[in-house]
């Protein structure tokens, strides 16, 4: 069985250490890059707070771009990668996909957080560090 890492990325320089991270550990393995588009993300930025077609699809090849630059570093590496792009909740897709899809670990990046912006904005770190079924290293 080849071991899988998931490493959950988004455009933060934390995800980009949770990758250089395991690039670091010279993984014999296949990492699996997934990157979570979260629909109340609509709320918290300036964009419309309509979910719609056209929001979808810009999320969609702003993540497509994001996972194809964490692949291209990771291959240059020398690693066995795939990228997947789900929607959903955040820590709740993590977890579910480490669940179903027989990793072994999940690497991701925290944004360090404390005092009301955690409180607030939840930490998605502790959260999968939480629930998940499979070991977390949480890289700050």
Known sequence: ??????VPVDDSPRARDALA????????????LLHVID????????????????MIDRRTERAEAL???????ATRAGSAVRTVIEH??????????????????IVLGSHGRSGL??????????????????PVTIVR
């Open 21 to 32: 991270f395991v690039l670091s550990e010279n993984v014999d393995g296949e990492i699996v």
């Open 117 to 134: 912006s955690r409180v607030l904005l939840g930490s998605v770190a502790e959260t999968v560090a939480r629930r998940s079924p499979v």
């Open 1 to 6: 069985m080849t071991r899988k890492i998931l």
């Open 88 to 105: 959903g909740d955040p820590s709740r897709t993590i977890v579910s996909y480490a669940e179903t899809n027989d990793i072994g670990q």
């Open 67 to 73: 996972c194809s630059e964490f692949e291209a570093e």
């Open 39 to 54: 629909p109340l993300d609509a709320i918290y930025v300036t964009e419309p707070s309509v979910w719609d077609d056209r």
